[in-house]
């Protein structure tokens, strides 16, 4: 009597054997689809400028200074409605900014400096005034990126830690200590430049010379920049190194945790 059971029992394992053979592909393919869903997707060169705002944060930075430039000329020096009218744009593009749920980061920086500089002029009366906060920022700025590289402790790396919360392990790969070192560097001369190009003509009153210098080196000259640091970080470690480290700094500028 034992026969039927034992054949019964071979059956079952047959059946069980081709189960597993059909659905094996399914299962395969969903397990491969969950493990790429826990991963988020490898960011590209236009995915990290994107994320650091792309040109519209750049314009967000540079519109209200030309505002207050074409502004001053048209009015016919006319320094408070030249005021108003550069503060109201900053504000403006915060709201827009606002409406449209998109990232503000940009926007306040800008519309903090063009009011501090605006109080500025507005009670020394002096147009040339509204430039004296930019030049002291380049001045401060400047300084502080090149000590954080003279102490080997650079500010593209201190804040690449922070965003990536690996702490100072960056300090400890020569290639990521170089590349951030250069970086910083890169941003030092921006700073220099301006300084070395619009104090002289602060100093001789040369006014529409000095906001078109703010402007050429305002826009142009901080996309030129961005561009240039990013070229030579990417050019300072092997490829597999500067992938991971820009998705791990795409990732969070996004928002996305890694």
Avoid: C
Avoid at 128 to 144: I, M
């Amino acid at each position: 009597m034992a026969e039927p059971t034992s054949r019964r029992d071979q059956v079952e394992d047959d059946l069980q054997e081709k189960l597993v053979e059909i659905l094996q592909p399914e299962v395969e393919a969903a397990a491969t689809q969950a493990a790429q869903e826990e991963q988020p997707p490898k960011s590209t060169d236009k995915d990290f400028f994107h994320a650091l705002g792309g040109w519209g944060a750049l314009l967000d930075i540079g519109l209200p200074w030309i505002a207050f430039l074409v502004a001053y000329a048209v009015t016919d020096h006319k320094l408070q409605l030249s005021l108003i009218i550069a503060v109201g744009l900053a504000a403006a593009l915060a709201v827009v900014r606002l409406i449209r749920r998109q990232a503000l980061r940009n926007v306040f920086g800008g519309f903090i400096g063009v009011l501090i500089s605006a109080w500025v002029a507005n009670r020394t009366g002096n147009a040339k005034d509204f430039y004296v906060p930019g030049l002291l920022t380049n001045l401060g700025y400047g300084l502080l990126y090149l000590i954080t590289v003279l102490i080997r402790w650079p500010l593209f790396g201190v804040l690449y830690g922070v965003i990536t919360q690996t702490g100072t392990a960056w300090r400890r790969d020569p290639d990521l200590l170089k590349g951030f070192s250069r970086a910083t560097l890169v941003f030092v001369g921006l700073f220099a430049i301006r300084l070395i190009v619009q104090v002289p003509l602060y100093f001789t009153g040369s006014l529409n010379a000095l906001g078109i210098a703010k402007i050429g080196l305002g826009l142009p000259f901080y996309a030129l920049a961005i561009w240039l640091a990013y070229a030579v970080l990417r050019g300072s470690m092997p490829a597999e190194k500067w992938a991971e480290a820009r998705d791990s700094i795409t990732h969070l500028l996004r928002g996305n945790k890694k």
